[in-house]
């Protein structure tokens, strides 16, 4: 059984990623009530990708590339990022200079080791002095713990914080895997299959 995705998926996500950057990323790109969970916030986009729009965002490229360097530590300590939920002032472009990037990271063991709990909280600690924000969430978990932490994280990072409104939509990464042999991949996905 292939359960990865299809082509016309990622480009159809990429056109409202696209779009909602446009449009400095709103909750809903038109009408709530008629948008759908593809064309709504969090806006998907695949990691390298967001990386390249990201980066020609005003006062976003060092926290760009500190969040690639976190990723890759994350991948050096044994876990694989399968994905990273993006929020806060760095999704709000009317923010020329956001000084952290907010962000849960869904994650898995590589393997069947156990991921060593104080390389987790170091990488945390020492990514947060970088301006990354980083939460991180067992993907493979209790999967009532990983929609609670999904929906906490979902509202805590959209909104504003002086009105108390959701204003402010979000991106998930689609992280894919760092290494060439696709080991950290739960399951095939259309890039690795040729």
């Known amino acids: 059984m292939t359960t990865g995705y299809s082509m016309d998926w990622k480009q159809i996500t990429g056109n409202f990623f696209d779009e909602a950057s446009e449009k400095g990323f709103p909750v809903f790109l038109g009408d709530g009530g008629h948008s759908t969970p593809l064309n709504a916030s969090p806006y998907i986009v695949e990691f390298d990708r967001f990386v390249d729009v990201a980066k020609r965002w005003s006062g976003r490229g060092r926290l760009v590339d500190e969040l690639r360097r976190c990723r890759n530590a994350a991948e050096d300590i044994g876990i694989c990022i399968e994905l990273i939920l993006i929020g806060g002032s760095f999704t709000d472009l009317r923010n020329a200079s956001p000084h952290d990037l907010d962000s849960l990271w869904l994650y898995r063991a590589r393997g069947t080791d156990p991921v060593c709990a104080e390389k987790l909280k170091t990488l945390q600690n020492d990514s947060r002095r970088n301006g990354i924000d980083c939460r991180f969430v067992p993907f493979d978990g209790e999967p009532a713990l990983l929609v609670k932490a999904v929906s906490f994280f979902t509202v805590l990072y959209s909104i504003n914080k002086r009105q108390m409104t959701l ?20 399951w095939p996905r259309q890039s690795q299959r040729a």
Not at 167 to 182: A, C, F, K, V, Y
Request: aromatic share 0%; glycine share 10%.
């Open 167 to 186: 204003d402010r939509g979000l991106i998930l990464l689609d992280s894919l895997p760092l290494q060439p042999s696709g080991q950290c991949s739960l």
